[in-house]
């Protein structure tokens, strides 16, 4: 089993990536936040619920440590957090870009 990795330079400190070797798991820290939901470029930007892992902390895994592009919706609003990476979509809004090693 490879070490983990934590990536904190993409993001601030309350957004953070870590990979091993079940893919690469993305980190939220949300304060009262109710429901989050991920969605991204790896599954057609599927909504998927991420996982309460603490009273603030937010979980989320997708598979392989490939490129992806991706945003969350908090209590029902999207949310962006501050990346390194970003691109326009095509609804005149943002996704972060995750990128291995970037």
């Known amino acids: 089993m490879s070490a983990l990795a934590v990536l904190l ?3 601030s400190a309350h957004h953070y990536i ?7 798991h993305l980190y939220l820290e949300v304060p ?3 429901t989050v939901i ?11 619920v ?4 603490s009273e603030t902390t937010w979980e989320i895994t997708v598979p392989g440590r490939t490129e992806f592009n ?3 919706i908090v209590d029902g609003k999207v ?3 501050e990346c ?3 691109e326009n979509d095509d609804f005149g809004s943002k996704n972060c870009i995750y990128r291995p090693g970037g």
């Open 84 to 86: 390194r990476f970003h």
């Open 32 to 34: 009262r936040a109710r």
């Open 38 to 48: 991920f969605a991204s470029s790896s599954d057609a930007y599927a909504s998927r």
């Open 18 to 24: 870590v990979q091993s070797d079940q893919g690469t």
């Open 9 to 11: 330079s993409a993001c």
């Open 50 to 53: 991420a996982s309460r892992i």
């Open 70 to 72: 991706y945003f969350y």
């Open 79 to 81: 949310y962006l957090p």
